[in-house]
């Protein structure tokens, strides 16, 4: 022990070892090792309606999960029906900052990702 620390303990200012605690969330220690992991559900849906592409808007700009849409259904029905449902990513697209990108461009399949902007999707080429 020093003269200061002898000095500083005589005057109530010692010097004490603090250790460092690591802080815990308000809700309890986390199970994943600490990091807040957010929680999404991807879905993938064959729309066959209009209400199932509002049910896509809805995941998207609501709930925030990624949707996989299969516009498959939609080409057989004709060119009207493939331009709403392509109305409605744009809309998503535009209002609400998703993003989108074509997945798989088949006879059968036009799959496309739809996801809202807080989730990243990385094209690699």
Not at 57 to 63: A, G, I, L, T
Not at 80 to 85: K, N, S
Request: proline share 9%; charged share 25%; hydrophobic share 35%.
């Amino acid at each position: 022990m020093s003269i200061i620390d002898k000095f500083l303990e005589s005057i109530g200012l010692g010097r004490k070892k603090i250790e460092p605690t690591p802080p815990t969330p308000p809700d309890g220690p986390k199970k994943n090792g600490g990091f807040n992991m957010p929680q999404y559900e991807i879905i993938l849906i064959r729309p066959q309606s209009m209400d199932d592409m509002d049910y896509v808007v809805d995941q998207v700009s609501e709930e925030s999960n990624p949707v996989i849409v299969d516009l498959g259904y939609f080409e057989e029905e004709g060119l009207d029906a493939v331009q709403m449902a392509v109305e409605k990513i744009n809309i998503l697209r535009q209002k609400h900052g998703a993003e989108s990108i074509l997945l798989c461009n088949c006879s059968n399949k036009n799959m496309v990702i739809v996801a809202p902007p807080r989730v990243n999707i990385l094209k690699k080429e």
